[in-house]
Every structure is written in C-alpha cells, then in structure tokens.
C-alpha cells in the first residue's frame, strides 16, 4: 500500500530550466493537491484538482502548471525555474472533502 | 475566501504538562477543519478532523481539538506532552462547498523532559 507516491526526492535545476514533479496515488481518491512548503510560510496551496478533468488555482499558482493525468495521477510543471521556486514540494489527495494524505516531498533547488 | 492562522510560531511545554496550540479560520459556510503533525523531514501526518458532529474530537496520539463556532476556533490539545511530540502542527480548513485545502504556517512544539 503505497499511498502518495511522488517523484523525484530531490532535484536541482539551474534558473530558466523546466521540469515536471509526478505525483502518484494508489487510493483511488478523487482530489489531489500540490503545495509548497518554505520556512516560516507553512503550506501553501499551488493547485487542486477536484476530480479527473478539472484543476483550479490555489493561493500561489503564478509559474506553475499542472496536469491530472488521469484519476491515479496529477503532474506540476515548472517552465521556466527561478530562485524564488526553490522549496519542498508537497503532493496529497483525499476522498472528496476528507482528511488529504500526503507525499513524502519533493526538495527543488533552482541555482 | 477562506483562511487559517496559527498565532503562535512555537509553544514551549514541559514534559507531563497539558498543551494547547492554538487555531483559528475563516470560512463562508461550514469549515471542515485538520490537524495534521510533521516530523523533521516527512510529509505530514493527518492527526484528526472535524465535520460535523461532537464539539470534542478525538485523535491519534492522544490528541483532541475542540471546535468552537462562536470564537471560529479549532485548538489543538493533549492532556500530557511527550518529548517524542516535539514537532511541527498544521491546522487546515476547507470550507464544505470547496475542495481548497488551506493550511496555516504551523506552530513549532517543543517538549522539554
């Protein structure tokens, strides 16, 4: 029983390079979520995905997208890095309005 | 919009006391509310939750919050603090008509034996 898988742990990336987080889950949850994680600023809601087919803005969705690949799986995308893009990256899904289960994270470094 | 505040970046407690860490939300219609604790380089881990129901709610851990709808309140409680509960505690709401998670900025707890 995997829960929230999300790939990779760790990644450095040099500003102006993309690249995608995946996140995976095997509960068959119908939400999932990207948030990011920075000292002193908590979670912080990227996008959500209410079901397969829909996304919508969080609190802080400037130079980010996301895909929800299918019901098991909700990708975000970085385009273009920046330094302000380094944190710890959270994916998490939850059974309609319940509790929301979380990955073990990402850490981004953009340099 | 909906919104959550932690006011209190740390709370300090001894080992064997009660501890509190507070949380209080704004939402439009009615909140569904979460505890959840992260442990030094881990995801986060769902404690308890508030829908409906008993004011009082029981979770992992021992821990209990208590709803309180006049004062928009939803603080977080344990009768006796470990050492092993030193961590860091997010309260999150959603309101019942959104499936927007929001999270505050956490309360660092420090148990001293």
């Known amino acids: 029983n995997a829960g929230v898988t999300q790939t990779p742990k760790f990644q450095v990336l040099k500003t102006g390079q993309s690249m995608t987080l995946q996140c995976a889950q095997d509960?068959?949850?119908?939400?999932m979520y990207w948030y990011r994680q920075d000292p002193g600023m908590g979670l912080r809601l990227i996008y959500y995905?209410?079901?397969?087919?829909?996304?919508d803005k969080g609190e802080v969705p400037n130079g980010y997208n996301v895909s929800r690949l299918n019901k098991r799986e909700f990708s975000l995308r970085l385009e273009s890095a920046a330094p302000s893009q380094t944190s710890v990256y959270f994916c998490?899904?939850?059974?309609?309005?319940?509790?929301?289960?979380f990955g073990q994270g990402t850490r981004l470094t953009v340099v | 919009a909906q919104s959550v505040a932690q006011p209190e970046d740390q709370v300090n407690v001894a080992e064997g006391n009660p501890l509190t860490v507070k949380c209080t939300y704004s939402?439009?219609?009615?909140?569904?509310l979460f505890w959840y604790v992260q442990y030094p380089n881990r995801g986060l881990q769902f404690l308890l939750k508030y829908i409906t129901g008993d004011n009082l709610v029981k979770g992992s851990y021992g821990f209990e919050a208590e709803f309180n709808k006049s004062q928009t309140s939803f603080h977080l409680k344990k009768p006796s603090a470990l050492v092993s509960d030193s961590a860091l505690y997010f309260c999150?709401?959603?309101?019942?008509?959104?499936?927007?998670?929001?999270f505050g900025s956490g309360t660092r707890l420090l148990v001293r034996p």
């Open positions: 998490a899904s939850s059974l309609n309005r319940g509790e929301a289960f």
């Open positions: 509960m068959n949850h119908n939400s």
């Open positions: 999150a709401v959603r309101d019942d008509s959104s499936y927007k998670l929001i």
């Open positions: 939402v439009s219609g009615n909140p569904y």
């Open positions: 995905s209410a079901s397969e087919g829909t996304t």
